[in-house]
């Protein structure tokens, strides 16, 4: 199966800085990646489609000055979390889905704390 | 938009037994039905998924149906383990449309 990889597994920072989160596909080209939240006990909620070469495409009430995201290749999706705030402690998930196949694979998932 | 909605949000089932997970979605476009599990702390795991071409699908002892007419989709496991017990998650997207809109979890405990 397809590979993806998140970056990194755990972060703790302090309310107000920023935190940057990368997702990697590492056998496979993805022109298209997916940027999910996840809240304890809570489903995963899309926040953002990350378009290589274009601009993201953020979800209804996803602050897209908050949550920046840069798709720098094929193989690499960033997400910067700026000017974090306790309330943006999650869990944030990428996939990816191979060109041309509709199954998508999760990276391991990234979780923030701010303190 | 698209809505997917699941039921049971928790369910227990004695070791060898069957479970079943239901979810409904709204949007009569979609037509890609994926199903994930995800343990506790770790990434959904694709265990199995349904075009809208196709009513029925089975790996094992999972197995998924699909009612296009109601729109809703179906999750069976049969012969229950332990290993069975996570969170299961439904998921629809529509025709050209990548994303996965996701239905609300399904907590499956398995009892020895």
């Known amino acids: 199966g397809a590979v993806v990889s998140q970056h990194p597994s755990r972060v703790i920072c302090k309310s107000g800085t920023s935190v940057k989160i990368e997702c990697r596909s590492l056998d496979f080209q993805a022109t298209t990646m997916f940027w999910y939240r996840q809240f304890p006990k809570q489903s995963l909620m899309l926040m953002a489609t990350s378009n290589e070469g274009s601009k993201a495409t953020y979800e209804q009430g996803v602050e897209k000055d908050k949550f920046l995201i840069n798709h720098a290749s094929l193989t690499l999706s960033t997400l910067t979390v700026t000017s974090a705030h306790p309330e943006d402690s999650s869990f944030y998930i990428c996939?990816?889905?191979?060109?041309?196949?509709?199954?998508?694979?999760f990276g391991p998932g990234t979780r923030l704390t701010v303190t | 938009g698209e809505n997917v909605e699941q039921h049971p949000s928790t369910l227990s089932v004695q070791e060898g037994d069957s479970a079943v997970i239901k979810c409904t979605y709204s949007d009569s476009a979609s037509n890609y039905f994926p199903w994930y599990k995800q343990e506790l702390g770790k990434r959904p795991q694709l265990i199995i998924d349904i075009r809208s071409n196709v009513g029925e699908k089975k790996d094992q002892r999972i197995a998924v149906t699909l009612n296009k007419t109601a729109k809703h989709f179906s999750l069976h496991i049969t012969e229950t383990q332990p290993e069975d017990s996570a969170v299961y998650f439904c998921a629809g997207s529509g025709f050209g449309n990548e994303k996965l809109t996701f239905g609300t979890g399904t907590r499956l405990t398995i009892i020895p």
């Open positions: 996939s990816a889905p191979r060109q041309g196949a509709r199954e998508q694979y």
